[in-house]
């Protein structure tokens, strides 16, 4: 199983970033998708959590307003938009596929997002 992000990188605060979600080796739609982060020094933090149509969503109240999770099940990948982006969300923002609520099976590589004052 692999989960591939991407889409991170260097934005000036209020800017945006798409980050992407790549999986393969797994039944993608079989699977509750979440996007996680972790700020240096930080704890890691759920930041938004995907059912598996990708009707119900939830956020971080750190983030609700400001991103958007969606999927698409015909390309194995999940999307997160993120909007208003403050240096606050500084961070390695990486993917979790989960059969069982909040029960994380696999886990992807990072993408740094860096947000600019």
């Known amino acids: 199983v692999q989960l591939q992000a991407s889409g991170g990188g260097l934005v000036q605060a209020g800017g945006s970033l798409r980050l992407s979600c790549a999986a393969s080796g797994l039944t993608f739609s079989s699977y509750v998708m979440g996007w996680f982060r972790r700020a240096p020094g930080k704890e890691r933090e759920l930041v938004a959590r995907i059912s598996l149509t990708g009707s119900n969503v939830y956020y971080a109240d750190s983030v609700k307003g400001r991103f958007t999770s969606s999927r698409d099940n015909a390309k194995n990948t999940v999307y997160l938009q993120m909007n208003s982006l403050k240096p606050e969300d500084t961070a390695v923002y990486f993917c979790?596929?989960?059969?069982?609520?909040?029960?994380?099976?696999?886990w992807g590589q990072g993408t740094q997002v860096t947000v600019s004052s």
């Open positions: 979790a596929a989960g059969m069982v609520l909040n029960r994380w099976n696999y």
